[in-house]
């Protein structure tokens, strides 16, 4: 008897590929019979960027509130929002201002670098202990050294105003969120949709109601920082023992009591876990929102791209890095200080803050020694030290010597695997793919699921960013591919060997604090504009979390399993391919997940090197302020995102449960 047939159709793998096949099959089959289903008709398509468009223009025209207008809102939030930019901007950059344009006079300068300096030094000590301090100030002063003070300080001043109001915003809807089990059920999907919005569509909302300027930019910049605060909350009160919040209830607090008397200050080493991510994303926004007026190193970063100049644009880049390994460390390290021993009332105020008393008076003494010695002020011209040539030197070296070579590569590449794939993907029937997500929802995560990836697909299709969304899909899932073969192989080895895996987190580690427009300018020098410019940078760009999750998946096996692999006389490959690979394999699924999402983020960024996909519509609708466009571009982008994390989720549960560690996994 012959029982392949059976086997065959008792594998689940080889079901869907047939099914695939079979379905791709019959569409091409009947393609004269139901055009319709090929290609979406273009009298079908519901015009709702237009709609948006004339519905933000009433808004801002005409929309009423009783006694003010919209407009009249957005000028208060952004009077607001701009004196206390006004103020940060001028401690740190251009000195306490008089008037206004041409006619201003300043009043005061600015804090000088050695002030700025000393005064991160006392906060790194207070925080911990001497070393952070040496750290925070070696950044700090490389800052000055390298030339990018200035606008170091811009930028530094976005910050230093953005997240105070960006952690307020998502502490209190955190809160309310945790109160409230029907807001958070409402604030969850409007969550997701800000974490995979690109962000270019944050722009242009933004730039249509604020305009252009450093008040766009930060307003731009709160918005896109606020929701990891606000899930962070959540969690960190929930996470509140049930102990301590009895004890606050058996005392006598009342509700508005026990949340700020007992559940926050309880919670505040993962609320600071928030405070963090509201500074990585805010230092992360400033070169985005450089297009819409921010400046500072932001600015710096996007005119080196357009000049193509690539030495100023990694010390602008790297600038940006040392800022940000300043106040992730600091920020640490507030989140990890213990709580403040009981001080002793009788002492004085300077007895009980040393380190503020320090570093007021350091600032005075320097700000009156600068008056009278210009290199206390500003940090000497004649002292700074410059890369941009040597970079520019090893680019030209790299072009003039192997151009031939990159050509060959780039070619290669383009013809036989990046051309091929993107018409097979854009010549998919629209019908086909929505019905196939639907199947893949129901199959990996019940009818919901399979209603939400239907759902979504067939808003892209009808919305009319079809054929654009599959060119986002081809090049995300190509990178996806290269990032996910070279990464998981990084990873076995990073889990296998210590001393490895310590130099591939440092890597690792760089990598993801580099600004994401840094990736373009050495690809495009390489290069030129183009898919395949596009694909490296994304490739770079979104490597980190099939790498990271890689391995941890091998760390975290338990090592019961690994001798019992050893006991039974296992070879290393067979404990690799018949062991490790298969009980990691969930927590693989969620790095690929990851790095989905990264490089989707990283495709809208790529639109400045020529991509002609959804990123390209963003970008199109940011240059001409088509805030319908935008939009709908941007939503297509976060359908595709959520997508492709649910399904990749609901997979990796799967997993987990046919492995006996769903318990971990929901606990992850």
Request: hydrophobic share 55%.
């Amino acid at each position: 008897m012959n029982t392949a047939a059976p086997a065959l159709l008792r594998d689940g793998r080889a079901i869907w590929a047939l099914a695939l096949g079979a379905s791709i099959l019959f569409a091409w089959a009947t393609r004269d019979l139901v055009p319709w289903a090929h290609e979406y008709p273009r009298d079908w398509i519901w015009p709702i960027r237009f709609e948006i468009t004339d519905f933000m223009k009433w808004l801002i025209n005409d929309a009423s509130f009783g006694l003010f207008s919209f407009t009249d809102l957005t000028r208060s939030i952004a009077w607001l929002l701009d004196w206390p930019l006004g103020l940060a901007t001028g401690l740190l950059s251009t000195g306490l201002m008089q008037g206004q344009g041409s006619d201003a006079v300043q009043i005061t300068p600015p804090l000088s670098w050695l002030a700025v300096i000393g005064a991160v030094v006392a906060m790194g000590h207070y925080a911990r202990d001497w070393k952070l301090a040496a750290l925070v100030g070696g950044c700090f002063l490389y800052l000055a050294m390298f030339g990018q003070w200035n606008s170091a300080m811009i930028t530094l001043s976005s910050i230093v105003v953005a997240v105070p109001i960006g952690v307020a915003g998502g502490l209190l809807l955190g809160i309310v969120a945790y109160r409230s089990p029907w807001f958070e059920r409402a604030i969850k999907p409007v969550l997701d949709l800000m974490q995979t919005v690109p962000v270019f569509a944050y722009l242009v909302p933004i730039l249509f109601m604020f305009g252009f300027g450093p008040v766009a930019a930060m307003a731009a910049t709160i918005i896109y920082a606020m929701p990891p605060m606000v899930r962070v909350t959540m969690l960190a009160l929930r996470s509140v023992a049930d102990e301590i919040v009895d004890f606050g209830r058996m005392v006598g607090c009342t509700r508005r009591q026990l949340t700020w008397k007992v559940l926050v200050p309880a919670s505040m080493p993962l609320l600071m876990v928030g405070v963090n991510q509201v500074i990585m994303l805010s230092l992360n926004m400033v070169i985005i929102a450089s297009m819409i007026g921010a400046g500072g190193l932001g600015f710096d970063v996007l005119a080196a791209l357009r000049r193509l100049d690539i030495g100023g644009g990694l010390e602008a880049g790297i600038a940006i890095v040392v800022l940000a390994v300043a106040l992730d460390r600091l920020s640490q390290a507030f989140a990890t200080r213990p709580p403040p021993v009981h001080e002793d009332p009788a002492r004085g105020w300077i007895a009980r803050h040393p380190w503020l008393v320090v570093a007021l008076g350091w600032i005075v003494v320097t700000g009156l020694a600068g008056l009278v010695m210009p290199g206390i002020q500003a940090y000497p011209k004649a002292l700074q030290v410059t890369t941009g040539t040597f970079w520019a030197s090893l680019v030209e070296a790299i072009n003039v010597n192997f151009y031939d070579a990159l050509e060959a590569v780039k070619t290669a590449m383009l013809l036989g695997v990046l051309i091929p794939f993107k018409r097979f993907l854009i010549g998919l029937p629209w019908a086909v793919v929505v019905g196939l997500l639907a199947v893949a929802g129901w199959r990996l995560g019940g009818w919901r699921l399979s209603l939400l990836a239907g759902g979504l697909a067939l808003l892209v299709v009808i919305t009319g960013q079809w054929e654009k969304a599959m060119i986002t899909v081809y090049l995300c899932g190509i990178s996806v591919l290269i990032a996910t073969a070279i990464g998981v192989p990084v990873g076995i080895a990073a889990a296998e060997r210590e001393r490895l895996g310590g130099v591939v987190r440092a890597v690792i580690d760089t990598l993801q604090t580099l600004p994401s427009f840094v990736y373009l300018m050495p690809v495009v020098m390489l290069f030129r504009v183009g898919d395949f410019s596009a694909m490296i940078a994304v490739v770079v760009y979104a490597l980190a979390p099939a790498v990271r999750y890689t391995a941890h998946g091998i760390r975290q096996i338990d090592p019961q399993l690994i001798e019992a692999g050893i006991a039974a006389g296992c070879t290393r490959r067979q404990m690799l391919w018949k062991i490790k690979l298969p009980l990691a394999l969930p927590e693989i699924m969620l790095g690929i997940n990851q790095t989905i999402m990264l490089a989707l983020s990283m495709l809208v960024i790529t639109a400045l090197v020529g991509t002609r996909d959804l990123g390209q519509e963003v970008y199109i609708a940011l240059t001409k302020a088509d805030t319908g466009r935008g939009i709908v571009a941007g939503l297509s982008v976060a359908f595709i995102a959520i997508i492709a994390d649910r399904l990749i989720a609901a997979g990796s549960m799967r997993m987990r449960h046919r492995l006996g560690l769903a318990a971990e996994g929901a606990t992850a």
